[in-house]
C-alpha cells in the first residue's frame, strides 16, 4: 500500500536469544519486526488479534536419516518398522500443537498417487518378527542424534517412546551441537540422525 512514498534509509537485523526476548522488544517498540522465530502455540494465539500479525506456511521438512550402511538398519523391514511405528499426528498435536503439519508423504517430489505413509503399528510388529526381532528381542539399542534444541528433543523422545511401546526397542538420544551433526553424519557413528531442510517455497513444484 502506498509504496511509491515509502522510503527506507536502512535494515537493521537484531540477533535475540529467544522468541520471548524478541516479543518483548516487539511491545516496547525497540524492533519493527519480529519473523523466524519459534514461538509458543499459546504465544500465537495471543498475538493473533493484532492488527500487523501475519503468519505464513513455513517450507521445511523435518525427518530421520537411517545409517543403511549398519545392520540392522541394511535391511528394508527394519526401516520400514520404525516408519510405520512413529504417530505423526500425534507428535504433531501433543508437542507441536497444530503448529504444523505431519510429513506423510516424501516432500517435494511425491505424487498423488502415492500412499500416504501411514501409522501402522500392527504392521510394524509384523516387519520386525520377519527381520528376526520379534517382539524387539535381540535388537540392539538405537542411537538417535539430534541437535540441540528443546523441540527437537522433544520430538526425539516422544518417537523413542513409541518405538518402546509398539516395538519393544530402547533408543539412547544423543544430543550434539549443529556444529557437530555434519561431522557425526559423515562419520557414521550414528543408527538415525535428525535432519532438516528448509524449501525455497512452500509451493512443491
Known amino acids: 500500500w502506498d ?6 534509509d536502512k ?28 514461538f509458543k502455540p499459546l504465544a500465537l494465539k495471543l498475538m493473533a488479534p ?5 503468519q505464513t506456511t513455513h517450507g521445511a521438512l523435518n525427518f530421520y536419516e537411517v545409517n543403511v550402511a549398519a545392520a540392522p538398519y541394511n ?5 520400514e518398522a520404525l516408519a510405520l511405528s512413529i504417530n505423526r499426528d500425534q507428535i ?3 508437542e507441536l500443537r497444530g503448529s504444523a503439519e505431519p510429513a506423510l508423504r516424501f516432500l517435494p517430489l511425491a505424487r498423488k498417487s502415492d500412499a500416504a505413509l501411514s501409522f501402522n503399528a500392527d504392521r510394524a510388529k509384523q516387519l520386525m518378527e520377519l527381520a528376526g526381532f520379534p517382539n524387539g528381542e535381540g535388537f ?22 513409541t518405538w518402546k511401546q509398539h516395538l519393544n526397542v530402547e533408543t539412547e538420544l544423543i544430543v550434539k551441537d549443529n556444529s557437530e551433526l555434519t561431522a557425526v553424519r559423515k562419520s557414521g557413528d550414528f543408527d538415525l540422525i535428525r535432519r532438516g531442510v528448509v524449501l525455497p517455497s512452500a509451493d512443491e513444484t
Open 50 to 54: 493484532y492488527k500487523d500479525f501475519r
Open 75 to 79: 535391511d528394508r523391514r527394519v526401516r
Open 140 to 161: 540392539p539399542k538405537i542411537r538417535l542424534v539430534v541437535n540441540r534444541n528443546d523441540l527437537q528433543q522433544r520430538i526425539a523422545r516422544s518417537v523413542a517412546k
Open 3 to 8: 509504496r511509491s512514498t515509502v522510503k527506507l
Open 11 to 38: 535494515l537493521v537485523f537484531i540477533d535475540h536469544k529467544d522468541p520471548d526476548h524478541a516479543f518483548d522488544a516487539y511491545r516496547k517498540g525497540e524492533i519493527d519486526i519480529v519473523t523466524n522465530s519459534d
Open 92 to 94: 504433531v498435536d501433543a
